[in-house]
């Protein structure tokens, strides 16, 4: 069993950049997939990102691609976003899969059995 714990949000002008952690309070990563995913006010939960189990694959949905990038090592996934647009808005979330391949497309929800509480973006001038 996975505790996901995010880190790295905060309040941020457009044009800004902010780094997300996603760690499971120091336990191993490795043999698990992320996902990225986030929540928009009144709006559903979409995915962002993911990276597979061994790094070797990454994936963005279309409208952060070029801006964002993931990354990770043993025991932390980050999503570093870049050039933030207020639609970025919302609550991010990261979610562990076992084996995860993070194949073509966006993450989606119901792949991930672990999921963390999520930490605030806002984009705001």
């Known amino acids: 069993q996975l505790e996901l714990v995010e880190s790295g949000g905060g309040l941020v002008q457009p044009g800004g950049s902010l780094l997300l952690a996603c760690s499971a309070s120091?336990?191993?990563?490795?043999?698990?997939?992320i996902g990225w995913f986030r929540q928009a006010p009144g709006k559903e939960r979409e995915g962002v990102s993911c990276i597979s189990d061994d790094g070797s694959r990454r994936n963005f949905r279309d409208s952060v691609k070029g801006r964002f990038t993931v990354a990770r090592d043993h025991i932390t996934a980050y999503l570093r976003l870049n050039n933030l647009k207020p639609d970025d808005t919302g609550v991010y979330f990261c979610?562990?899969?076992?084996?995860?391949?993070?194949?073509?497309?966006?993450?989606?929800?119901?792949?991930?059995?672990?999921w963390g509480r999520g930490t605030q973006v806002t984009v705001s001038s």
């Open positions: 979610a562990a899969d076992y084996l995860y391949p993070c194949e073509a497309g966006e993450p989606r929800e119901s792949d991930f059995p672990y």
């Open positions: 120091g336990l191993s990563l490795d043999d698990y997939g």
